[in-house]
T-cell receptor
Framework: GAGVSQSPRYKVAKRGQDVALRCDPISGHVSLFWYQQALGQGPEFLTYFQNEAQLDKSGLPSDRFFAERPEGSVSTLKIQRTQQEDSAVYLC??????????????FGNGTRLTVT | KQEVTQIPAALSVPEGENLVLNCSFTDSAIYNLQWFRQDPGKGLTSLLL?????REQTSGRLNASLDKSSGRSTLYIAASQPGDSATYLC????????????FGKGTTLSVSS
């Protein structure tokens, strides 16, 4: 496809379950970002990859959150022992360049996670 | 710590009106400012990016201005249309490396026909 693809689109998890969210960036894009968007809020940065290297994970809210991009393309965001406060839309974005403050970002449609 | 605020939180206008959305930021040492559009259930689409050295950027019916010294940006939409209905967010880079953006909460615009 031409854009950033995220799956699943919707995920319902019971509190305490582990979840895995997938992001397929635009082919060849070097940079990949994960953001968390709670209802009625703006997106908040979680983590950034340049190819397979996770260069910034300062936004991950706890050690229950883990992200990887082992081959520098597809990325997975994993949340262990989900809590109700993890309910949000998780957005993935990619950029064709090594990131700078002027890098264009292409966002996916997100995965809406609901923890019951 | 940089904070980005957008007012109003929601706005309803009839078709054809010109309107202004506001964005303010607490730390004026920004590299640029972006305006995004988000449709329900969708990701974000970049509308305009203003460099810190610029005062304005225009794209079609959209015009964004930036006043770094006062920590403000405005997005002007001319002759609004129902298709403009969406949430509009502004964002600034967290650092020069640009590894993160700090977003406002957005303004949800509804344009009625």
């Amino acid at each position: 496809g031409a854009g950033v693809s995220q799956s699943p689109r919707y995920k319902v998890a019971k509190r305490g379950q582990d979840v895995a969210l997938r992001c397929d960036p635009i082919s060849g894009h070097v940079s990949l970002f994960w953001y968390q968007q709670a209802l009625g809020q703006g997106p908040e940065f979680l983590t950034y990859f340049q190819n397979e290297a996770q260069l910034d994970k300062s936004g991950l809210p706890s050690d229950r959150f883990f992200a990887e991009r082992p081959e520098g393309s597809v990325s997975t965001l994993k949340i262990q022992r989900t809590q109700q406060e993890d309910s949000a839309v998780y957005l993935c974005a990619s950029s064709p360049y090594r990131v700078s403050y002027n890098s264009p970002l292409h966002f996916g449609n997100g995965t809406r996670l609901t923890v019951t | 710590k940089q904070e980005v605020t957008q007012i109003p939180a929601a706005l309803s206008v009839p078709e054809g009106e010109n309107l202004v959305l506001n964005c303010s930021f607490t730390d004026s040492a920004i590299y640029n400012l972006q305006w995004f559009r988000q449709d329900p259930g969708k990701g974000l689409t970049s509308l305009l990016l203003i460099q810190s050295s610029q005062r304005e950027q225009t794209s079609g019916r959209l015009n964004a201005s930036l006043d770094k010294s006062s920590g403000r940006s405005t997005l002007y939409i001319a002759a609004s249309q129902p298709g403009d209905s969406a949430t509009y967010l502004c964002a600034v880079p967290f650092n020069q490396a640009g590894t993160a953006l700090i977003f406002g909460k957005g303004t949800t615009l509804s344009v009625s026909s």
